[in-house]
């Protein structure tokens, strides 16, 4: 592949391409394997984009797009292939405070995406702990959902339009700013969570919210299960349509974010199962806040909650939420597997039942971590069993997996399938749904180019030949 390298060198200039040692730098620090790719193509512009996809199509060369590399599902993994990262496209080219909405470039990281717009007293609700890093085209390639998508949906609502080169460098520029365009086929969904195996985002119109005036966050205590989704509802009734997150914390993953090694301190005391984080966002701070406080007595006189803690000031807030976003705190219990699922919250109680047995069963003293997003349905499973080793992980994949086939769950609630759970991705789609897929597949990148092997089996695609 000497000769794709020279092209692409000759096309982007040497800044643009990156080999050898320069390629496997950039490699590291992923939060997943990324392997050593061939080269590292780095445009600038869709344009650029386009030569390089076009380039590669010409070679049948495999291209991975590498965002801020936090996926934890190895869909970056890019051994032997070109890696095209979007770390020289972070541009904000717009910010339309008339029509509401930000154009950006997809290496934008989403923490600047959000900054940016709060600069024009905008807001960008998409939120989850890698915000820092995490790049905007990233978010729309896995669909990201985080803390707020209780209120705000998962990044799929909050995508206007779409700038993506297609496998053979084609630019299909659908930059929509409207929030009604029933003109034919929405294309843009077609690139939205499909882990760039379809098209390559280069740039997105982004639809902003007024920020919010209000802002109210506590910490409450819960005893027993069937309280949590009724305190949900109530909340969101009392609290009219703004109550934007409902982040929920077993006991031990309570324990491991509050105590040292970790830096939070607890704000509820320890011996409750359950511990939620609350926040609703406003137009009237007194009025929202004595709202929000007259609605957590009531849960309280109800029986729903056991104590509360409500945030006095900014700090307090950040210092509730350091807690949630504390996730490496995990790592105490290494080796360990990470596991992210979506089902009905009438069927979590029996399904953690279920797989807490099935791990005791297995193995002596598991640990498992319970936490998520559980207002949106999505639970984050964190099991250290074994030795970390790929039997291991195949044994609790299975026992993880296998309870949400019974009730309609779903093997990735917003991380993606990537390469790691390729195999149980018909547990959760049925064969007429994955037919599709494949046609789609085979239609867009019929020489299967575009992030080989990710989504779907080798038999199912032309990504592995």
């Given at each position: 592949m000497t000769d794709l390298i020279d092209r692409l060198r000759a096309a982007l200039g040497d800044a643009g391409v990156l080999t050898g040692a320069d390629a496997e730098e950039k490699a590291q620090g992923g939060w997943s394997p990324l392997g050593v790719p061939l080269c590292v193509v780095r445009p600038t512009s869709t344009e650029e984009t386009s030569i390089a996809l076009k380039l590669c199509h010409e070679a049948g060369q495999g291209v991975v797009a590498w965002g801020g590399k936090t996926g934890l599902v190895e869909g970056g993994y890019a051994d032997g292939m070109v890696a095209l990262s979007m770390e020289r496209m972070t541009q904000v080219e717009e910010i339309d405070t008339i029509g509401g909405t930000m154009t950006v470039q997809a290496g934008?990281?989403?923490?600047?995406?959000?900054?940016?717009?709060?600069?024009?007293?905008?807001?960008?609700?998409?939120?989850?702990?890698?915000?820092?890093?995490?790049?905007?085209?990233?978010?729309?390639?896995?669909?990201?959902?985080?803390?707020r998508v209780l209120r705000y949906g998962m990044m799929r609502e909050l995508v206007l339009g779409l700038e993506v080169v297609l496998a053979d460098g084609t630019v299909l520029s659908a930059m929509n700013h409207m929030l009604k365009n029933n003109a034919g086929y929405d294309l843009k969904q077609l690139f939205i969570g499909t882990e760039g195996t379809l098209g390559i985002v280069t740039r997105a119109v982004l639809r902003l919210r007024p920020a919010s005036i209000s802002q109210d966050t506590a910490f409450v205590a819960v005893d027993d299960f069937d309280n949590l989704p009724k305190l949900?509802?109530?909340?969101?009734?009392?609290?009219?349509?703004?109550?934007?997150?409902?982040?929920?914390?077993?006991e031990n993953f309570y324990k491991l974010v509050t105590r040292p090694p970790a830096a939070g301190r607890p704000p509820l005391a320890d011996g409750h199962p359950y511990y939620v984080l609350l926040e609703a966002m406003g137009g009237h701070q007194e009025e929202d806040s004595a709202r929000f406080e007259a609605a957590l007595m009531q849960t309280l006189e109800k029986g729903f909650i056991s104590d509360a803690v409500i945030a006095k000031n900014q700090g307090e807030r950040d210092a509730m939420w350091a807690l949630r976003d504390d996730v490496s705190q995990v790592a105490q219990n290494w080796p360990i597997f990470t596991y992210d699922v979506s089902l009905g919250i009438a069927q979590m109680q029996q399904y953690v039942e279920t797989v807490t047995e099935r791990l005791n069963a297995k193995w002596d003293n598991p640990s498992l971590i319970i936490f998520g997003h559980l207002g949106d349905g999505n639970l984050h499973l964190i099991v250290g069993v074994g030795d970390g080793e790929l039997p291991a992980r195949r044994q609790v994949e299975e026992i993880v997996y296998s309870p949400l086939r019974d009730v309609g769950g779903s093997v990735s609630a917003e991380h993606g399938i990537g390469l790691e759970k390729r195999p149980y991705l018909s547990w959760s789609r049925t064969p007429e749904e994955i037919a599709l897929m494949r046609t789609l597949k085979n239609t867009l990148d019929p020489k299967g180019i575009l992030n080989p092997g990710k989504v779907l089996e080798p038999e199912l695609s032309k990504a592995a030949e």
């Open positions: 934008i990281p989403l923490e600047a995406a959000c900054n940016a717009a709060a600069e024009k007293d905008f807001f960008f609700p998409l939120d989850l702990g890698s915000r820092g890093t995490a790049t905007v085209g990233g978010n729309i390639a896995t669909n990201a959902g985080g803390n949900l509802r109530h909340m969101e009734a009392a609290m009219g349509g703004t109550l934007s997150a409902f982040e929920v914390m077993w």
